[in-house]
Protein backbone atom coordinates (compact mmCIF):
# COMPACT_ATOMS: atom_id res chain seq x y z
CA UNK A 1 0.00 0.00 0.00
CA UNK A 2 3.03 2.40 0.91
CA UNK A 3 4.22 1.67 -2.85
CA UNK A 4 0.84 2.72 -4.01
CA UNK A 5 -1.25 -0.43 -4.62
CA UNK A 6 -5.22 0.59 -4.26
CA UNK A 7 -7.15 -1.19 -1.63
CA UNK A 8 -9.21 -2.76 -4.48
CA UNK A 9 -6.12 -4.62 -5.33
CA UNK A 10 -5.32 -5.79 -1.74
CA UNK A 11 -8.91 -7.39 -1.80
CA UNK A 12 -8.38 -8.51 -4.61
CA UNK A 13 -5.20 -10.27 -3.72
CA UNK A 14 -6.69 -11.79 -0.12
CA UNK A 15 -9.85 -13.46 -2.24
CA UNK A 16 -7.33 -14.46 -4.79
CA UNK A 17 -5.26 -16.53 -2.41
CA UNK A 18 -8.10 -17.64 -0.79
CA UNK A 19 -9.43 -19.34 -4.01
CA UNK A 20 -6.28 -21.05 -4.64
CA UNK A 21 -6.33 -22.20 -0.95
CA UNK A 22 -10.02 -23.47 -1.19
CA UNK A 23 -8.98 -25.02 -4.64
CA UNK A 24 -6.09 -27.11 -2.85
CA UNK A 25 -8.36 -28.07 -0.06
CA UNK A 26 -10.75 -29.04 -2.67
CA UNK A 27 -8.63 -31.11 -4.39
CA UNK A 28 -6.93 -32.84 -1.31
CA UNK A 29 -10.57 -33.70 0.21
CA UNK A 30 -11.61 -34.95 -3.70
CA UNK A 31 -9.01 -37.53 -3.74
CA UNK A 32 -9.91 -38.64 0.20
CA UNK A 33 -13.45 -38.71 -0.27
CA UNK A 34 -13.22 -40.64 -3.89
CA UNK A 35 -11.13 -43.26 -2.53
CA UNK A 36 -12.91 -43.98 0.88
CA UNK A 37 -16.35 -44.22 -1.68
CA UNK A 38 -14.55 -46.23 -3.89
CA UNK A 39 -13.86 -48.83 -1.33
CA UNK A 40 -16.71 -48.82 0.09
CA UNK A 41 -18.20 -48.45 -3.44
CA UNK A 42 -16.55 -52.26 -4.02
CA UNK A 43 -17.30 -53.94 -0.14
CA UNK A 44 -20.10 -52.26 0.56
CA UNK A 45 -21.47 -50.68 4.11
CA UNK A 46 -22.42 -53.60 6.31
CA UNK A 47 -26.03 -52.97 7.86
CA UNK A 48 -26.87 -56.42 8.04
CA UNK A 49 -27.09 -55.97 11.96
CA UNK A 50 -29.95 -53.22 11.82
CA UNK A 51 -31.82 -55.27 9.26
CA UNK A 52 -35.47 -55.08 11.17
CA UNK A 53 -34.90 -51.35 10.22
CA UNK A 54 -33.49 -51.51 7.15
CA UNK A 55 -36.84 -53.45 5.92
CA UNK A 56 -38.58 -50.17 7.05
CA UNK A 57 -37.09 -48.28 3.84
CA UNK A 58 -37.91 -49.43 0.37
CA UNK A 59 -35.62 -51.16 -1.85
CA UNK A 60 -32.58 -51.30 0.72
CA UNK A 61 -30.69 -54.68 1.85
CA UNK A 62 -28.35 -55.07 4.42
CA UNK A 63 -25.51 -54.36 2.13
CA UNK A 64 -25.18 -50.78 1.23
CA UNK A 65 -22.84 -49.84 -1.46
CA UNK A 66 -22.13 -45.76 -2.02
CA UNK A 67 -21.78 -44.18 -5.64
CA UNK A 68 -20.59 -40.96 -6.89
CA UNK A 69 -22.74 -38.53 -9.17
CA UNK A 70 -20.16 -36.22 -11.15
CA UNK A 71 -22.55 -33.38 -11.02
CA UNK A 72 -22.33 -33.33 -7.46
CA UNK A 73 -18.72 -32.90 -7.27
CA UNK A 74 -19.15 -29.47 -8.96
CA UNK A 75 -21.91 -28.36 -6.48
CA UNK A 76 -19.43 -29.44 -3.37
CA UNK A 77 -16.39 -27.14 -5.10
CA UNK A 78 -18.63 -24.36 -6.26
CA UNK A 79 -19.56 -24.32 -2.38
CA UNK A 80 -15.97 -24.95 -0.80
CA UNK A 81 -15.06 -22.00 -2.72
CA UNK A 82 -17.80 -19.72 -2.23
CA UNK A 83 -18.05 -20.64 1.38
CA UNK A 84 -14.39 -20.03 1.77
CA UNK A 85 -14.73 -16.26 -0.07
CA UNK A 86 -17.77 -15.35 2.36
CA UNK A 87 -15.31 -16.17 5.00
CA UNK A 88 -12.05 -13.69 3.91
CA UNK A 89 -14.65 -10.97 2.68
CA UNK A 90 -14.37 -9.51 6.02
CA UNK A 91 -10.39 -10.11 6.50
CA UNK A 92 -10.15 -8.74 3.09
CA UNK A 93 -11.43 -5.64 3.42
CA UNK A 94 -10.04 -4.98 6.94
CA UNK A 95 -6.51 -5.47 4.98
CA UNK A 96 -7.60 -2.66 2.33
CA UNK A 97 -8.58 -0.24 5.37
CA UNK A 98 -4.61 -0.84 7.12
CA UNK A 99 -3.05 2.69 7.50
CA UNK A 100 0.86 1.27 5.74
CA UNK A 101 2.87 3.29 8.55
CA UNK A 102 0.14 1.60 11.10
CA UNK A 103 1.32 -2.13 9.52
CA UNK A 104 4.91 -1.17 9.32
CA UNK A 105 5.25 0.37 12.63
CA UNK A 106 2.80 -1.39 14.91
CA UNK A 107 5.97 -3.53 16.76
CA UNK A 108 7.57 -0.80 17.68
CA UNK A 109 6.17 -0.17 20.94
CA UNK A 110 6.70 -3.66 22.28
CA UNK A 111 10.09 -3.37 23.64
CA UNK A 112 9.32 -1.12 26.40
CA UNK A 113 5.95 -3.20 26.93
CA UNK A 114 7.78 -6.46 27.06
CA UNK A 115 10.21 -5.26 29.77
CA UNK A 116 7.54 -4.22 31.86
CA UNK A 117 6.08 -7.70 31.91
CA UNK A 118 9.45 -9.58 31.50
CA UNK A 119 11.18 -8.59 34.68
CA UNK A 120 8.06 -9.96 36.44
CA UNK A 121 8.87 -13.57 34.46
CA UNK A 122 12.29 -13.63 35.64
CA UNK A 123 12.02 -12.09 38.96
CA UNK A 124 9.02 -14.56 40.22
CA UNK A 125 8.14 -17.94 38.78
CA UNK A 126 4.92 -18.13 40.30
CA UNK A 127 2.20 -20.25 38.34
CA UNK A 128 -0.02 -17.16 37.54
CA UNK A 129 2.32 -15.36 36.32
CA UNK A 130 2.01 -17.05 33.33
CA UNK A 131 -1.79 -16.64 33.17
CA UNK A 132 -1.87 -13.02 33.74
CA UNK A 133 0.41 -12.45 30.77
CA UNK A 134 -1.94 -15.05 28.97
CA UNK A 135 -5.11 -12.77 30.20
CA UNK A 136 -3.44 -9.65 29.18
CA UNK A 137 -2.78 -11.11 25.80
CA UNK A 138 -6.01 -12.24 25.17
CA UNK A 139 -7.44 -8.78 25.95
CA UNK A 140 -5.30 -6.58 24.52
CA UNK A 141 -6.06 -7.18 21.04
CA UNK A 142 -10.06 -8.49 21.49
CA UNK A 143 -10.58 -9.08 17.65
CA UNK A 144 -7.65 -11.44 17.15
CA UNK A 145 -9.31 -13.38 20.78
CA UNK A 146 -12.55 -13.23 18.93
CA UNK A 147 -11.92 -14.87 16.29
CA UNK A 148 -9.50 -17.33 18.02
CA UNK A 149 -12.33 -18.76 20.00
CA UNK A 150 -15.68 -18.54 17.68
CA UNK A 151 -13.93 -21.57 16.41
CA UNK A 152 -14.52 -23.23 19.57
CA UNK A 153 -17.82 -21.15 19.91
CA UNK A 154 -19.31 -22.40 16.03
CA UNK A 155 -17.98 -26.03 17.37
CA UNK A 156 -20.16 -26.39 21.12
CA UNK A 157 -22.68 -24.43 19.40
CA UNK A 158 -23.25 -27.31 16.42
CA UNK A 159 -22.19 -29.72 18.83
CA UNK A 160 -25.47 -28.96 21.10
CA UNK A 161 -27.81 -28.32 18.53
CA UNK A 162 -27.18 -31.69 16.54
CA UNK A 163 -26.95 -33.25 19.50
CA UNK A 164 -30.48 -31.90 20.68
CA UNK A 165 -31.39 -32.77 17.47
CA UNK A 166 -31.00 -36.20 17.20
CA UNK A 167 -31.91 -36.60 20.98
CA UNK A 168 -35.56 -35.28 19.77
CA UNK A 169 -35.67 -37.20 16.88
CA UNK A 170 -34.68 -40.58 19.43
CA UNK A 171 -37.39 -39.49 21.78
CA UNK A 172 -40.12 -38.80 19.04
CA UNK A 173 -39.37 -41.54 18.13
CA UNK A 174 -39.10 -43.79 21.20
CA UNK A 175 -42.51 -41.69 22.65
CA UNK A 176 -44.80 -41.80 19.80
CA UNK A 177 -44.02 -45.38 19.45
CA UNK A 178 -44.61 -46.46 23.13
CA UNK A 179 -47.24 -43.72 22.93
CA UNK A 180 -49.43 -44.87 20.27
CA UNK A 181 -49.64 -48.69 20.52
CA UNK A 182 -47.24 -50.89 23.24
CA UNK A 183 -46.90 -48.61 26.30
CA UNK A 184 -43.83 -49.03 28.08
CA UNK A 185 -44.69 -52.59 29.29
CA UNK A 186 -46.84 -55.59 27.95
CA UNK A 187 -48.12 -58.97 29.98
CA UNK A 188 -49.43 -61.92 27.56
CA UNK A 189 -49.55 -65.59 27.29
CA UNK A 190 -46.31 -67.39 26.61
CA UNK A 191 -46.16 -67.57 22.26
CA UNK A 192 -48.01 -64.55 21.63
CA UNK A 193 -45.65 -62.52 20.33
CA UNK A 194 -45.13 -64.43 17.61
CA UNK A 195 -48.74 -66.00 17.38
CA UNK A 196 -52.05 -63.78 18.05
CA UNK A 197 -53.90 -66.89 17.99
CA UNK A 198 -56.70 -65.78 19.77
CA UNK A 199 -56.43 -69.38 22.17
CA UNK A 200 -53.55 -67.92 23.83
CA UNK A 201 -55.15 -65.47 25.95
CA UNK A 202 -55.58 -64.27 29.93
CA UNK A 203 -57.86 -65.14 31.83
CA UNK A 204 -59.01 -63.22 34.98
CA UNK A 205 -57.91 -60.39 32.88
CA UNK A 206 -59.64 -57.32 35.34
CA UNK A 207 -57.92 -58.63 38.77
CA UNK A 208 -54.35 -58.79 36.75
CA UNK A 209 -55.15 -55.03 35.87
CA UNK A 210 -55.89 -54.62 38.88
CA UNK A 211 -52.46 -55.95 40.30
CA UNK A 212 -50.37 -54.65 37.97
CA UNK A 213 -51.79 -51.10 38.46
CA UNK A 214 -50.90 -51.31 42.44
CA UNK A 215 -47.14 -51.64 41.89
CA UNK A 216 -46.20 -48.27 42.12
CA UNK A 217 -43.68 -48.13 39.26
CA UNK A 218 -47.06 -48.40 37.06
CA UNK A 219 -48.61 -45.53 36.18
CA UNK A 220 -51.70 -47.45 34.24
CA UNK A 221 -52.50 -50.47 32.58
CA UNK A 222 -55.17 -51.66 29.89
CA UNK A 223 -56.44 -54.47 28.45
CA UNK A 224 -56.77 -55.80 24.88
CA UNK A 225 -57.74 -58.22 22.60
CA UNK A 226 -55.65 -58.41 19.47
CA UNK A 227 -56.72 -60.64 16.49
CA UNK A 228 -54.93 -60.67 12.90
CA UNK A 229 -58.26 -60.06 10.25
CA UNK A 230 -58.99 -58.86 6.88
CA UNK A 231 -60.78 -55.62 6.49
CA UNK A 232 -62.66 -55.17 3.55
CA UNK A 233 -64.35 -52.67 1.42
CA UNK A 234 -66.85 -52.76 -1.41
CA UNK A 235 -63.58 -52.16 -3.90
CA UNK A 236 -60.89 -54.40 -1.65
CA UNK A 237 -59.73 -56.25 1.48
CA UNK A 238 -56.45 -55.47 3.78
CA UNK A 239 -54.96 -57.34 6.63
CA UNK A 240 -54.56 -55.81 9.84
CA UNK A 241 -54.14 -56.05 13.25
CA UNK A 242 -57.51 -55.62 14.69
CA UNK A 243 -57.52 -54.47 18.63
CA UNK A 244 -60.35 -54.09 21.22
CA UNK A 245 -59.57 -52.23 23.65
CA UNK A 246 -61.47 -50.42 26.83
CA UNK A 247 -61.01 -46.83 25.91
CA UNK A 248 -61.23 -45.74 29.67
CA UNK A 249 -57.98 -47.60 29.89
CA UNK A 250 -56.60 -47.12 26.91
CA UNK A 251 -56.32 -43.22 27.10
CA UNK A 252 -54.56 -43.87 30.59
CA UNK A 253 -51.91 -46.02 28.67
CA UNK A 254 -51.50 -44.30 25.28
CA UNK A 255 -52.56 -41.29 23.53
CA UNK A 256 -53.69 -42.26 20.32
CA UNK A 257 -56.51 -40.35 21.08
CA UNK A 258 -55.43 -37.57 20.51
CA UNK A 259 -54.47 -38.45 16.82
CA UNK A 260 -58.03 -38.42 15.76
CA UNK A 261 -57.73 -36.25 12.28
CA UNK A 262 -61.97 -37.46 11.09
CA UNK A 263 -64.84 -38.68 13.38
CA UNK A 264 -64.30 -39.43 16.91
CA UNK A 265 -62.58 -42.23 19.22
CA UNK A 266 -63.62 -45.39 20.37
CA UNK A 267 -66.70 -45.29 23.03
CA UNK A 268 -67.09 -47.51 25.43
CA UNK A 269 -69.74 -50.41 24.53
CA UNK A 270 -70.66 -48.41 21.29
CA UNK A 271 -70.21 -49.70 17.55
CA UNK A 272 -67.87 -48.62 15.29
CA UNK A 273 -64.34 -48.63 14.37
CA UNK A 274 -61.49 -46.50 14.13
CA UNK A 275 -58.28 -46.54 11.34
CA UNK A 276 -55.61 -45.16 10.28
CA UNK A 277 -55.72 -42.26 7.26
CA UNK A 278 -53.39 -44.77 5.48
CA UNK A 279 -55.78 -47.81 5.91
CA UNK A 280 -58.46 -45.38 5.02
CA UNK A 281 -57.09 -43.93 1.63
CA UNK A 282 -56.27 -47.70 0.92
CA UNK A 283 -59.50 -48.83 1.58
CA UNK A 284 -61.05 -45.32 -0.31
CA UNK A 285 -63.08 -45.20 3.38
CA UNK A 286 -64.77 -42.55 5.15
CA UNK A 287 -65.96 -41.34 7.88
CA UNK A 288 -69.66 -43.55 8.37
CA UNK A 289 -68.77 -45.96 5.89
CA UNK A 290 -68.86 -49.74 6.95
CA UNK A 291 -66.45 -52.25 6.80
CA UNK A 292 -66.17 -55.92 6.84
CA UNK A 293 -64.17 -57.30 9.36
CA UNK A 294 -63.03 -61.16 9.26
CA UNK A 295 -60.80 -62.91 11.51
CA UNK A 296 -60.08 -66.55 13.10
CA UNK A 297 -62.11 -67.65 16.46
CA UNK A 298 -60.27 -69.04 19.35
CA UNK A 299 -61.88 -72.25 18.45
CA UNK A 300 -60.71 -71.95 14.75
CA UNK A 301 -63.62 -70.86 13.39
CA UNK A 302 -63.90 -67.87 11.24
CA UNK A 303 -66.42 -65.14 12.19
CA UNK A 304 -67.11 -61.77 10.58
CA UNK A 305 -69.08 -58.63 11.62
CA UNK A 306 -69.77 -55.29 10.01
CA UNK A 307 -69.02 -52.18 11.47
CA UNK A 308 -69.47 -48.59 10.97
CA UNK A 309 -65.81 -46.51 10.67
CA UNK A 310 -66.81 -44.19 13.45
CA UNK A 311 -62.83 -42.29 13.24
CA UNK A 312 -60.14 -41.89 11.19
CA UNK A 313 -56.74 -41.37 13.25
CA UNK A 314 -53.25 -39.36 11.35
CA UNK A 315 -50.23 -40.51 13.94
CA UNK A 316 -48.01 -38.93 10.95
CA UNK A 317 -46.58 -42.30 10.10
CA UNK A 318 -47.55 -44.95 7.10
CA UNK A 319 -46.54 -47.79 8.60
CA UNK A 320 -48.82 -47.45 11.51
CA UNK A 321 -51.55 -45.91 10.12
CA UNK A 322 -52.00 -48.54 7.59
CA UNK A 323 -51.71 -51.41 10.07
CA UNK A 324 -54.21 -50.40 13.00
CA UNK A 325 -58.13 -51.06 13.44
CA UNK A 326 -59.51 -50.77 16.74
CA UNK A 327 -62.47 -51.31 18.12
CA UNK A 328 -63.89 -51.81 21.91
CA UNK A 329 -62.85 -54.59 23.42
CA UNK A 330 -66.43 -56.25 23.68
CA UNK A 331 -66.62 -56.66 20.01
CA UNK A 332 -63.54 -57.79 19.61
CA UNK A 333 -64.31 -60.63 22.13
CA UNK A 334 -67.29 -61.85 20.76
CA UNK A 335 -65.26 -61.33 17.25
CA UNK A 336 -62.51 -63.95 18.68
CA UNK A 337 -64.46 -65.95 20.57
CA UNK A 338 -63.33 -65.05 24.14
CA UNK A 339 -65.38 -65.09 27.69
CA UNK A 340 -66.09 -61.42 29.11
CA UNK A 341 -62.94 -61.29 31.57
CA UNK A 342 -60.18 -62.91 29.33
CA UNK A 343 -57.86 -60.50 26.90
CA UNK A 344 -55.03 -61.29 25.18
CA UNK A 345 -52.51 -58.76 26.05
CA UNK A 346 -51.93 -56.11 29.55
CA UNK A 347 -50.13 -52.83 28.43
CA UNK A 348 -48.50 -50.90 31.46
CA UNK A 349 -47.68 -47.44 31.38
CA UNK A 350 -44.36 -46.68 33.74
CA UNK A 351 -44.04 -43.35 35.57
CA UNK A 352 -40.09 -43.48 34.33
CA UNK A 353 -39.37 -45.05 30.86
CA UNK A 354 -36.13 -46.46 31.34
CA UNK A 355 -37.31 -48.69 34.04
CA UNK A 356 -39.44 -50.65 31.79
CA UNK A 357 -37.09 -53.48 31.60
CA UNK A 358 -36.12 -54.09 35.01
CA UNK A 359 -40.23 -54.03 35.64
CA UNK A 360 -40.18 -56.85 32.70
CA UNK A 361 -38.31 -58.85 34.65
CA UNK A 362 -39.31 -59.09 37.99
CA UNK A 363 -42.85 -59.61 36.46
CA UNK A 364 -41.54 -62.34 34.95
CA UNK A 365 -40.32 -63.94 38.06
CA UNK A 366 -43.99 -63.55 39.57
CA UNK A 367 -45.58 -64.57 36.79
CA UNK A 368 -43.76 -67.66 35.49
CA UNK A 369 -46.44 -70.15 37.19
CA UNK A 370 -49.25 -68.56 35.41
CA UNK A 371 -47.98 -68.78 31.66
CA UNK A 372 -47.57 -65.49 31.10
CA UNK A 373 -44.61 -63.32 30.35
CA UNK A 374 -43.67 -59.89 30.17
CA UNK A 375 -41.77 -57.96 27.22
CA UNK A 376 -40.03 -54.04 27.85
CA UNK A 377 -40.49 -51.74 25.16
CA UNK A 378 -37.09 -52.75 23.22
CA UNK A 379 -38.47 -56.43 22.83
CA UNK A 380 -41.81 -55.66 21.48
CA UNK A 381 -40.63 -52.64 19.01
CA UNK A 382 -36.94 -54.28 17.40
CA UNK A 383 -38.04 -52.08 14.06
CA UNK A 384 -37.92 -49.01 16.65
CA UNK A 385 -34.47 -50.13 18.69
CA UNK A 386 -32.83 -51.02 15.52
CA UNK A 387 -33.84 -47.93 13.65
CA UNK A 388 -32.22 -45.67 16.77
CA UNK A 389 -28.92 -47.61 16.64
CA UNK A 390 -28.35 -47.55 13.26
CA UNK A 391 -29.22 -44.06 12.98
CA UNK A 392 -26.92 -43.24 16.49
CA UNK A 393 -24.05 -44.72 13.94
CA UNK A 394 -24.66 -42.06 11.07
CA UNK A 395 -24.99 -38.97 13.78
CA UNK A 396 -21.36 -39.97 15.21
CA UNK A 397 -19.88 -40.10 12.00
CA UNK A 398 -21.45 -36.75 11.82
CA UNK A 399 -19.99 -35.69 15.14
CA UNK A 400 -16.75 -36.66 13.86
CA UNK A 401 -16.36 -35.22 11.13
CA UNK A 402 -17.27 -31.56 13.07
CA UNK A 403 -14.99 -32.55 15.91
CA UNK A 404 -12.13 -32.91 13.24
CA UNK A 405 -13.66 -29.71 11.46
CA UNK A 406 -13.39 -27.55 14.51
CA UNK A 407 -10.19 -29.22 15.86
CA UNK A 408 -8.57 -28.06 12.62
CA UNK A 409 -9.98 -24.84 12.73
CA UNK A 410 -9.15 -24.21 16.74
CA UNK A 411 -5.80 -25.02 15.76
CA UNK A 412 -5.35 -22.44 12.08
CA UNK A 413 -6.67 -19.69 14.21
CA UNK A 414 -4.30 -20.37 17.35
CA UNK A 415 -1.22 -20.44 14.48
CA UNK A 416 -2.10 -17.95 12.92
CA UNK A 417 -2.37 -15.92 16.31
CA UNK A 418 1.30 -16.95 17.03
CA UNK A 419 2.18 -16.02 13.69
CA UNK A 420 0.67 -12.81 14.10
CA UNK A 421 2.92 -12.47 17.27
CA UNK A 422 6.16 -13.68 15.55
CA UNK A 423 8.19 -10.59 16.05
CA UNK A 424 6.78 -9.90 19.40
CA UNK A 425 7.50 -13.53 20.69
CA UNK A 426 11.08 -13.08 19.59
CA UNK A 427 11.70 -9.86 21.65
CA UNK A 428 10.33 -11.42 24.72
CA UNK A 429 13.00 -14.92 24.14
CA UNK A 430 15.75 -12.01 23.49
CA UNK A 431 14.82 -10.59 26.86
CA UNK A 432 15.79 -13.73 28.47
CA UNK A 433 11.74 -15.45 28.78
CA UNK A 434 12.39 -19.43 28.18
CA UNK A 435 10.90 -21.40 25.59
CA UNK A 436 8.70 -23.78 27.90
CA UNK A 437 7.36 -19.99 29.93
CA UNK A 438 6.21 -19.20 26.58
CA UNK A 439 4.79 -22.50 25.60
CA UNK A 440 2.70 -22.21 28.96
CA UNK A 441 1.93 -18.55 28.37
CA UNK A 442 0.72 -19.34 24.38
CA UNK A 443 -1.34 -23.00 26.60
CA UNK A 444 -2.96 -20.48 29.21
CA UNK A 445 -3.98 -18.54 26.40
CA UNK A 446 -5.79 -20.69 24.75
CA UNK A 447 -7.45 -22.26 27.87
CA UNK A 448 -9.13 -19.17 28.76
CA UNK A 449 -10.33 -18.61 24.99
CA UNK A 450 -11.48 -21.98 25.30
CA UNK A 451 -13.03 -20.59 27.84
CA UNK A 452 -14.81 -17.76 26.20
CA UNK A 453 -15.54 -19.44 22.97
CA UNK A 454 -17.48 -22.40 25.04
CA UNK A 455 -19.63 -19.78 26.76
CA UNK A 456 -20.75 -17.79 23.94
CA UNK A 457 -21.19 -21.30 22.11
CA UNK A 458 -23.44 -22.88 25.03
CA UNK A 459 -25.55 -19.32 25.17
CA UNK A 460 -25.88 -19.02 21.13
CA UNK A 461 -26.12 -22.84 21.42
CA UNK A 462 -28.63 -23.19 23.98
CA UNK A 463 -30.89 -20.39 22.52
CA UNK A 464 -30.99 -22.18 19.15
CA UNK A 465 -32.18 -25.37 20.62
CA UNK A 466 -34.49 -23.50 22.79
CA UNK A 467 -36.04 -21.99 20.26
CA UNK A 468 -36.65 -24.83 17.59
CA UNK A 469 -37.96 -27.08 20.86
CA UNK A 470 -40.62 -24.37 21.02
CA UNK A 471 -41.09 -23.92 17.28
CA UNK A 472 -40.25 -27.49 15.82
CA UNK A 473 -38.14 -28.12 12.58
CA UNK A 474 -40.69 -28.65 9.99
CA UNK A 475 -39.37 -31.42 7.53
CA UNK A 476 -42.51 -31.65 5.74
CA UNK A 477 -40.31 -31.08 2.02
CA UNK A 478 -39.45 -34.52 3.08
CA UNK A 479 -42.09 -36.25 4.67
CA UNK A 480 -43.00 -38.50 2.46
CA UNK A 481 -39.07 -40.44 2.81
CA UNK A 482 -39.92 -40.17 6.63
CA UNK A 483 -43.30 -42.10 6.61
CA UNK A 484 -41.58 -45.39 6.80
CA UNK A 485 -39.57 -44.29 10.16
CA UNK A 486 -41.64 -46.03 12.88
CA UNK A 487 -42.92 -43.35 15.34
CA UNK A 488 -41.14 -40.10 13.23
CA UNK A 489 -44.04 -37.11 12.26
CA UNK A 490 -42.83 -34.33 10.01
CA UNK A 491 -41.71 -32.22 12.77
CA UNK A 492 -38.70 -32.40 14.66
CA UNK A 493 -38.64 -30.82 18.52
CA UNK A 494 -34.74 -31.00 19.63
CA UNK A 495 -34.06 -31.58 23.65
CA UNK A 496 -30.85 -31.23 25.31
CA UNK A 497 -29.91 -34.34 27.57
CA UNK A 498 -27.21 -33.57 30.18
CA UNK A 499 -26.07 -37.27 30.24
CA UNK A 500 -25.18 -37.00 26.68
CA UNK A 501 -23.50 -33.64 25.98
CA UNK A 502 -21.21 -32.92 29.17
CA UNK A 503 -18.75 -35.53 27.72
CA UNK A 504 -18.22 -34.17 24.06
CA UNK A 505 -18.42 -30.66 25.25
CA UNK A 506 -15.62 -31.73 27.39
CA UNK A 507 -13.73 -33.31 25.28
CA UNK A 508 -14.48 -30.11 22.77
CA UNK A 509 -12.69 -27.93 25.85
CA UNK A 510 -9.66 -30.09 25.79
CA UNK A 511 -9.52 -30.24 22.24
CA UNK A 512 -9.16 -26.60 21.98
CA UNK A 513 -6.90 -26.42 24.73
CA UNK A 514 -4.79 -29.22 23.26
CA UNK A 515 -4.52 -27.96 19.68
CA UNK A 516 -2.47 -25.05 20.96
CA UNK A 517 0.00 -27.57 21.95
CA UNK A 518 1.90 -27.66 18.32
CA UNK A 519 2.03 -23.60 17.53
CA UNK A 520 3.09 -22.80 21.57
CA UNK A 521 5.82 -25.59 20.88
CA UNK A 522 6.68 -23.92 17.64
CA UNK A 523 6.76 -20.26 19.79
CA UNK A 524 9.34 -21.92 22.00
CA UNK A 525 11.89 -22.78 19.25
CA UNK A 526 11.65 -19.60 17.64
CA UNK A 527 15.53 -18.43 17.33
CA UNK A 528 14.94 -14.76 18.20
CA UNK A 529 17.36 -12.66 15.89
CA UNK A 530 14.94 -14.05 13.10
CA UNK A 531 12.05 -14.02 14.89
CA UNK A 532 12.75 -9.61 15.69
CA UNK A 533 13.81 -9.35 12.14
CA UNK A 534 10.09 -11.09 10.66
CA UNK A 535 7.72 -8.82 9.43
Known amino acids: MALGTPGSHIIGLVLLETIILACLGYLVGLVLGLSLTGY ?80 QVTSDHRFLIFAQMALRSVFRNPRRS ?7 AFGLAAYLFLYAFADGFFEQMIQN ?11 MEVGHDIDLS ?41 PVELVGIEPRQERA ?38 LVITAQQANGDLASAAETVRGIYNTGSDLFDSEYAFVDIGDARILGGLDEDQASRIALRLSDRSASSA ?19 ETLLPVVVQMVEMTQVDFYLILSVVFVVVAIGVMNTMVMSVMERTRELGVMLA ?56 GITDRIYP ?32 DPVEAIRHG
Open 359 to 377: LAQSLNQSLTGDGLVAQDW
Open 431 to 486: LGTRGSQLLLTILFEAFFLALLGMGAGAIVGGLIVFWTNKTGIDLSAIGRSMETIP
Open 177 to 187: STQQLSGHVQV
Open 198 to 238: PALRISGSSELVRRLQSRPDVEAAAQRVVLRAMVASPGKSL
Open 495 to 526: VLILDHIWLPSLLLFACSVLVALYPARRAARL
Open 146 to 152: VITASAT
Open 253 to 290: VTRLAGYMAQGEYVKPGAKGMVIGRKLAEELDARVGDK
Open 40 to 119: FGTHGLDFTAYIKAMDTMPGLSGIVYPTIIPERLAVIGVTVVSVALLAAALPAWAASRNSPLDAMGAHRTLINRLRRIHW
